[in-house]
Every structure is written in C-alpha cells, then in structure tokens.
C-alpha cells in the first residue's frame, strides 16, 4: 500500500509567524497532492493542491512546495493565526487518494 | 461549508446492529466517496460511486455495503457491528469519476459509537 506520512506530530507556534508542515510520500507515481484542514469536529476542508508537473502554488496566506526528487510537500502559511489552529493533513493521488495521518497546528496567541 | 451533507451526525449502537449512513454531495458532483476515519489513523478509503455506479473500493468489508441512488445521494450500511467500527465515517464528492486530478470536498462525519 501507499504510504503518506507528517515528519510531526505536532507543531506550536506563535501568531504572526510562519508555519510550515511537511509531509512525506513514498509513491513516485503520484501525481496529484492535495492539502486539508481538519478542525475538531469537522470534516477535512480543502486548502490547497498542486500537480505533480508543478513545483510550488500559491494561495491565500498559503504555499506549497513539491519536492518530487525527494518525494516531500510542505504547507507554509503565513502570518499564522488563531483560527488556524486545526490538524493539517496531505493526501496524495496515483489512482485513488492516500492520505496522510496528520500534524496538529496549534497557534499561541 | 463544503456542501456535502451528512446524516446522522452522531449513531451510538449496541455490537450485531445494523445502520445506514446517509450522504448528499455537492450540487453537480457525480462522485461519491465513504472513508472511515478512525483515532490515531488517517482517512481509510472504503468505496467509490461515480452517477450510480461502483467505480473503485478500497479496504471496505464484507460487512458493509453502499449505493448511490439516481439523485446521487449515497448510503453506506454497515452490518453485524462489532466493536471496532466505532469511528468517524466521512463522505467526499467530487465532480469527475476520479480519474481527473480534482480535489474531494468532505462532509462533516457521521460519528459511530458501538456499545
């Protein structure tokens, strides 16, 4: 099976600053990578996604950067805020989704 | 809201039942997927339905079964529970059959407890 997974487990940090989230994912085939946002008690909601012929996209207050020599995707969200707060989680794509288990953001007012 | 809806919210059960979780997708969206979402683990693909027909299945069991009707609401109906079903089960639409490069847009979960 595939394997997605988060470098960690956790991540604190204070407002205003940047964060970043990583994730690792070990099909090369993938081409296709998605990130959700999953607040207590609510479905994973969509952020952001890329293809695999890119290597970085922007959104609103967020990156994220392919890496596809080393199989790595990470999420950087700028000036980081309370709401924010949630667990963070990848999924990537060859024939159907694999999603990763996912890193808990906690922002310090 | 993503606009897919499901219901019930919350099912608490005793071990043997049998229950059936409803989901509506996004207006438009022809794909319906069920994941389970148990504590510690990430999303586990259960099945696919594409406009009413079974496109792809993942790790679902014997026990449990689901359709999607010609309004592409979808059911998932999971039989002779047994302990380790308690967990979160979540629906996902998207607007093509899975083979396009779209993201899922995910309901809210159904949580169930067995007793």
């Known amino acids: 099976g595939e394997s997605v997974g988060l470098h960690l487990p956790t991540l604190s940090v204070q407002e205003g600053d940047n964060s970043i989230i990583n994730c690792a994912y070990s099909?090369?085939?993938?081409?296709?990578f998605i990130w959700y946002k999953q607040e207590s008690g609510k479905g994973p909601q969509f952020i952001i996604d890329?293809?695999?012929?890119?290597d970085k996209r922007q959104g609103q207050r967020v990156t994220v950067l392919l890496n596809k020599t080393v199989k790595h995707l990470s999420l950087q969200i700028a000036a980081t805020q309370p709401g924010d707060s949630a667990v963070y989680f990848c999924?990537?794509?060859?024939?159907?989704?694999?999603f990763g288990t996912g890193t808990s953001l906690t922002v310090i007012p | 809201d993503s606009g897919v809806t499901q219901t019930p919210k919350h099912l608490i059960t005793a071990t043997g039942q049998r229950v059936t979780l409803r989901c509506s997708p996004r207006?438009?969206?022809?794909?319906v997927y069920w994941y389970q979402q148990s504590l510690d683990q990430g999303l586990q693909f259960l099945i696919q339905?594409?406009?009413?027909?079974?496109?792809a299945k993942g790790n679902i069991l014997e026990r449990f079964s689901a359709q999607q009707f010609p309004d592409l609401h979808s059911e998932l109906n999971l039989s002779s529970l047994e302990l380790g079903d308690s967990a979160l089960y979540f629906c996902?639409?998207?607007?093509?059959?899975?083979?396009?490069?779209?993201?899922?847009?995910f309901g809210d979960g159904t949580r169930l407890s067995i007793l």
């Open positions: 996902a639409s998207s607007a093509g059959g899975g083979g396009q490069n779209q993201p899922q847009h």
């Open positions: 890329i293809r695999s012929n890119m």
């Open positions: 999924a990537e794509k060859e024939n159907q989704f694999y």
């Open positions: 339905y594409y406009n009413g027909e079974e496109r």
């Open positions: 207006s438009g969206d022809l794909s």
């Open positions: 099909n090369s085939a993938s081409d296709y």
